[in-house]
Nanobody, 122 residues
Framework: QVQLVESGGGSVQAGGSLRLSCAAP?????MGWFRQAPGKERKFVAA????????YYADSVKGRFTISRDNAKNTEYLQMDSLKLEDTAVYYC??????????????????WGQGTQVIVSS
């Protein structure tokens, strides 16, 4: 069983920044982030290919969020800048063998973390 562990969530004022981390086993899977706001469906945020050569973002976070990974440390990151109130959600790390799972929503990622809360206040 693959276990993903997120960290780095917290509370921040609008316009501020947070960096989320996701520790994963030594996989060569594509990885990504999803988020779920209260009362809403879980939505895709960003993805990065297994060797970090490609990235993909939801329109709502383009230009503000940056996804990256350090395979030597088996860790994925989500740098979130210029945070808005609507970014408040539980953020989940995910991993899957298929890039299309993230870019074309062709299914649900195979592996998930437990989630980390991000609260953006005014």
């Amino acid at each position: 069983q693959v276990q993903l562990v997120e960290s780095g969530g917290g509370s921040v004022q609008a316009g501020g920044s947070l960096r989320l981390s996701c520790a994963a086993p030594a996989l060569r899977y594509h990885m990504g982030w999803f988020r779920q706001a209260p009362g809403k469906e879980r939505k895709f945020v960003a993805a990065i290919s297994s060797f970090g050569t490609s990235t993909y973002y939801a329109d709502s976070v383009k230009g503000r969020f940056t996804i990256s990974r350090d395979n030597a440390k088996n860790t994925e990151y989500l740098q979130m800048d210029s945070l808005k109130l609507e970014d408040t959600a539980v953020y989940y790390c995910a991993a899957d063998r298929s890039w299309q799972t993230f870019t074309q929503a062709t299914g649900v990622p195979d592996y998930w973390g437990q989630g980390t809360q991000v609260i953006v206040s005014s």
